[in-house]
């Protein structure tokens, strides 16, 4: 049940996030030209995605109540995460400049905004980490193992992550590059991240991210 306990650990280490965003969401209402460059799936929940996103955090939370117990080691790892996560943004910025490279999408910049930026990254955790991938791995695990069942999420988080990001009702115009960069790094490698390193790492790392990335990148 270890590595069960972490995905209810991270569910409420999100909560601090998705108090920051609710915050931003009144000081810092976003406006229409940051609606317009929002990630595809807060456009897709409309104007009041914000608070779709802090209210998914809390019910995921609530929902992991029982195994959430968050101890010593989980907030060491969610320490790590986000440390890591602005280490390797900065060297990013001082490799790349302040332009991101063609091959990542535009909502990874200033473009969407503060407020919006923290609420996309806080959803994708909310939805793909804390909710497909342990719901994939639970639902397999006694028919298929742990290593099988543990591939098997890993592969259908990157894919619907990717998909619901390319794909109607949420994503725009089809882009094969930003389809392979989301199936490959907020799909694959976080979702590695989350059985090696841990869950509440990979949430830290993907929230502090946003949180540091409109300071960082223009659009």
Known sequence: MGEVRGFGAAAV????????????AVVAAPSASEWRAADPLLQLLGGGAVWLAVAAAAVVALAWARVG??????????????????????????LVGGRLPSVIPREESSAPGLTLGLSAGLLEEVVFRLVVLPGVYLACRRKLGVRASAALGIVA??????????????????????????FLVPGVAMSVL??????????????????????LFHA
Do not use: K, M, Q, Y
């Open 157 to 182: 988080t990157a894919l619907l992550f990717s998909l619901s990001h390319e794909l109607g009702p949420a994503g725009g115009a089809f882009e094969p590059r930003f389809l392979l960069t989301r």
């Open 194 to 215: 989350a059985f090696s390193a841990g869950p509440a790492f990979v949430v830290a790392a993907h929230c502090s991210a946003h949180l540091v990335i409109p300071a």
């Open 69 to 94: 117990r968050v101890r010593r080691g989980d907030l060491i790892r969610a320490a790590a995460g986000a440390g890591l996560a602005v280490l390797a943004l900065l060297c990013l910025r001082g």
């Open 13 to 24: 280490v999100a909560l601090p996030f998705a108090g920051t965003a609710a915050v931003l």
